[in-house]
């Protein structure tokens, strides 16, 4: 009796022994680890924060400053040569002509000096070309904004220069409304004088905010970006600027974050033209002062690490032995050996952990073998899925198609089609999403429609009737372009009648529906009974499949959601797709 309660007391200690090593190593290392933590970053994000501030200020102020001291040597340059224009007796004179020639060839960054009638007539070009003489200037922004504000001088935004012929410069132009003397009359006119942007934007790219950093020009009218390093990212969508915000401040600093990192944004704004210099660094890039915490730094690591390595060799020698037994019995299960049963002993926890590993081994095993059949589905989904994103006999019949339409002179199709072709493909690839709004999918099928009635001479119309309120509900991508494909390729392609296919989205019962109707060849009940369940499979189209569309749809939303059809012979096929009424902020909170 003794001996057993002696027996019983000595195992309840080890329990706890081991119990209460484990606690108190890992909250020794807890409480060591926050406190290193919070002095580090203390230090560090005060000292650096105050530094990038400080820097990134003074860097956007130096390119303010050259910026601003440019357009003013830009502007007193325009303004000599308004006064020589509008105190000559003759523009036509060649003595002013010369003096102008002179001034253009000492300014390599002057791309070209016009000057116009109120009219839009031009009246002289400087350096002289052949200019273009089916530009209407009057409608030019430059011009307009000459004439809108009278004796102001105007800046535009950075274009390419249009006035000659073979002149594709980016320029920003100089616009002023001047009086001239022509024939010894007064005339009222535009004086325009094109600047390389070059320049510009060598004033910009020259400067550095670490590694990632840049600067940006907007203008603070419209929010319009003048100057970007990154402008091609700007135009196709890849890249975002926040300029809403950057336009609720002249001068000042914020932070924002993008793509989660956190950005230090310093706006200043350059007079006389209405242009914002907006710095962009990036704070975690901000770890550059050393001098005054290198040393408390290293002590400080020296003594965490020692902490920590005595720390672990105390609870290692604690717990290392029974630990390693049961890791030994463990190895061929490391090697991928799932069908074995364990029995470790060593103290109670073991015990426990080798009965919950043997059913954890159990669980894995299903789950592996589950998990097999999953993979394999999604996979074939998957590829189906790709194959309808980039269909190459699809793109090879347009193709063929368009130069067809070349060779026949039908420019206005051409550009149609490829236009068409482009914003196919941009919505096919949705940027990886998988799930898109019903207004993508719509617009998806809507240049699909143009392209095939491009290729088939017009051999059916369509329509397209939208519900405002299923526009911004969710749906997986591609699901109606099999459908289009099927109603084409096999309801309306063999007709003698021109066909009709009508595409109709709506809110019935809390849930979207969009209905497909051709006046097509119909089909048999018996090939309409096994379509969905894949006995029926397409010679044609775009791989995908209806079945496909019904099994995604099902998987995304669950078993009410899917397809039904119903078709009859020579009267045609409708398909009725029903969706859950889902927008982007429930599937966020979901």
Same mark, same amino acid.
């Given at each position: 009796?003794?001996?057993?309660?002696?027996?019983?007391?000595?195992?309840?200690?080890?329990?706890?022994?081991?119990?209460?090593?484990?606690?108190?190593?890992?909250?020794?290392?807890?409480?060591?680890?926050?406190?290193?933590?919070?002095?580090?970053?203390?230090?560090?994000?005060?000292?650096?924060?105050?530094?990038?501030?400080?820097?990134?200020?003074?860097?956007?102020?130096?390119?303010?400053?050259?910026?601003?001291?440019?357009?003013?040597?830009?502007?007193?340059?325009?303004?000599?040569?308004?006064?020589?224009?509008?105190?000559?007796?003759?523009?036509?004179?060649?003595?002013?002509?010369?003096?102008?020639?002179? *001034?253009?060839?000492?300014?390599?960054?002057?791309?070209?000096?016009?000057?116009?009638?109120?009219?839009?007539?031009?009246?002289?070009?400087?350096?002289?070309?052949?200019?273009?003489?089916? +530009?209407?200037?009057?409608?030019?922004?430059?011009?307009?904004?000459?004439?809108?504000?009278?004796?102001?001088?105007?800046?535009?935004?950075?274009?390419?220069?249009?006035?000659?012929?073979?002149?594709?410069?980016?320029?920003?132009?100089?616009?002023?409304?001047?009086?001239?003397?022509?024939?010894?009359?007064?005339?009222?006119? +535009?004086?325009?004088?094109?600047?390389?942007?070059?320049?510009?934007?060598?004033?910009?790219?020259?400067?550095?905010?670490?590694?990632?950093?840049?600067?940006?020009?907007?203008?603070?009218?419209?929010?319009?970006?003048?100057?970007?390093?990154?402008?091609?990212?700007?135009?196709?969508?890849?890249?975002?600027?926040?300029?809403?915000?950057?336009?609720?401040?002249?001068?000042?600093?914020?932070?924002?974050?993008?793509?989660?990192?956190?950005?230090?944004?310093?706006?200043?704004?350059?007079?006389?033209?209405?242009?914002?210099?907006?710095?962009?660094?990036?704070?975690?890039?901000?770890?550059?002062?050393?001098?005054?915490?290198?040393?408390?730094?290293?002590?400080?690591?020296?003594?965490?690490?020692?902490?920590?390595?005595?720390?672990?060799?105390?609870?290692?020698?604690?717990?290392?032995?029974?630990?390693?037994?049961?890791?030994?019995?463990?190895?061929?299960?490391?090697?991928?050996?799932?069908?074995?049963?364990?029995?470790?002993?060593?103290?109670?926890? +073991?015990?426990?952990?080798?009965?919950?590993?043997?059913?954890?081994?159990?669980?894995?095993?299903?789950?592996?073998?589950?998990?097999?059949?999953?993979?394999?589905?999604?996979?074939?989904?998957?590829?189906?899925?790709?194959?309808?994103?980039?269909?190459?006999?699809?793109?090879?019949?347009?193709?063929?198609?368009?130069?067809?339409?070349?060779?026949?002179?039908?420019?206005?199709?051409?550009?149609?089609? *490829?236009?068409?072709?482009?914003?196919?493909?941009?919505?096919?690839?949705?940027?990886?999403?998988? *799930?898109?709004?019903?207004?993508?999918?719509?617009?998806? *099928?809507?240049?699909?429609?143009?392209?095939?009635?491009?290729?088939?001479?017009?051999?059916?119309?369509?329509?397209?009737?939208?519900?405002?309120?299923?526009?911004?509900?969710?749906?997986?991508?591609?699901?109606?372009?099999?459908?289009?494909?099927?109603?084409?390729?096999?309801?309306?392609?063999?007709?003698?009648?021109?066909?009709?296919?009508?595409?109709?989205?709506?809110?019935?019962?809390?849930?979207?529906?969009?209905?497909?109707?051709?006046?097509?060849?119909?089909?048999?009940?018996?090939?309409?009974?096994?379509?969905? +369940?894949?006995?029926?499979?397409?010679?044609?189209?775009?791989?995908?499949?209806?079945?496909?569309?019904?099994?995604?749809?099902?998987?995304?939303?669950?078993?009410?959601?899917?397809?039904?059809?119903?078709?009859?012979?020579?009267?045609?096929?409708?398909?009725?797709?029903?969706?859950?009424?889902?927008?982007?902020?429930?599937?966020?909170?979901?």
């Amino acid at each position: 009796m003794m001996k057993r309660f002696l027996r019983r007391s000595f195992h309840n200690v080890k329990v706890k022994s081991i119990q209460f090593v484990i606690t108190v190593s890992f909250t020794l290392i807890s409480v060591v680890m926050l406190i290193v933590g919070i002095a580090l970053y203390q230090k560090f994000s005060n000292t650096a924060e105050q530094n990038a501030f400080l820097n990134t200020e003074q860097i956007v102020d130096q390119v303010s400053y050259n910026l601003e001291y440019y357009i003013k040597g830009m502007s007193d340059l325009f303004e000599v040569i308004d006064y020589k224009i509008q105190n000559n007796k003759a523009v036509e004179s060649d003595v002013l002509r010369e003096q102008l020639d002179g *001034i253009l060839s000492s300014r390599q960054d002057i791309v070209s000096l016009a000057l116009f009638t109120n009219k839009g007539e031009i009246f002289t070009e400087i350096p002289k070309h052949d200019v273009r003489r089916n +530009v209407n200037y009057k409608e030019q922004s430059w011009f307009q904004a000459a004439m809108e504000n009278p004796n102001h001088l105007t800046f535009s935004l950075p274009h390419i220069q249009n006035i000659f012929k073979d002149q594709y410069k980016w320029v920003v132009s100089m616009s002023k409304e001047i009086v001239f003397n022509r024939g010894g009359e007064q005339v009222r006119g +535009v004086l325009l004088i094109d600047v390389n942007f070059k320049t510009i934007d060598d004033l910009c790219q020259r400067v550095s905010l670490g590694k990632k950093g840049y600067v940006y020009i907007i203008d603070e009218s419209a929010g319009n970006i003048v100057y970007h390093p990154q402008q091609q990212l700007i135009n196709v969508g890849l890249k975002y600027e926040n300029v809403e915000q950057a336009l609720q401040f002249s001068y000042g600093r914020y932070t924002d974050k993008m793509n989660d990192e956190k950005r230090l944004i310093t706006v200043k704004t350059v007079s006389n033209i209405g242009w914002k210099i907006i710095g962009v660094s990036y704070l975690n890039e901000i770890v550059t002062v050393k001098k005054d915490t290198g040393s408390f730094i290293v002590w400080l690591l020296v003594i965490v690490i020692l902490c920590i390595l005595l720390l672990s060799a105390f609870m290692s020698a604690r717990i290392s032995k029974p630990i390693n037994r049961l890791k030994k019995s463990m190895e061929q299960v490391e090697r991928g050996d799932f069908d074995i049963s364990i029995n470790v002993k060593g103290g109670d926890e +073991v015990e426990q952990l080798s009965r919950r590993f043997n059913l954890m081994v159990a669980r894995i095993r299903q789950l592996m073998d589950q998990s097999m059949r999953e993979q394999e589905t999604k996979r074939k989904n998957e590829l189906e899925v790709l194959q309808s994103q980039i269909n190459p006999h699809f793109l090879y019949n347009t193709l063929n198609s368009v130069v067809r339409m070349v060779g026949s002179g039908k420019s206005e199709d051409v550009v149609t089609t *490829i236009t068409s072709l482009s914003k196919f493909f941009r919505i096919s690839l949705s940027r990886g999403k998988s *799930i898109i709004t019903v207004q993508e999918e719509l617009e998806h *099928i809507r240049h699909y429609l143009i392209i095939q009635t491009m290729r088939y001479k017009n051999k059916f119309d369509y329509e397209i009737t939208i519900d405002d309120r299923a526009l911004v509900c969710l749906t997986p991508k591609l699901v109606l372009q099999p459908i289009v494909e099927n109603a084409i390729y096999h309801g309306i392609e063999y007709m003698v009648d021109k066909g009709l296919i009508q595409i109709t989205a709506s809110v019935v019962d809390e849930k979207v529906l969009i209905v497909v109707r051709d006046n097509g060849l119909g089909m048999k009940q018996e090939a309409l009974a096994n379509i969905l +369940v894949g006995e029926t499979k397409s010679d044609a189209g775009s791989g995908v499949g209806v079945r496909n569309v019904h099994e995604r749809i099902r998987l995304y939303f669950g078993e009410m959601y899917g397809l039904e059809i119903e078709s009859e012979l020579e009267e045609g096929t409708e398909v009725r797709i029903w969706l859950p009424l889902l927008k982007e902020g429930d599937e966020a909170s979901g």
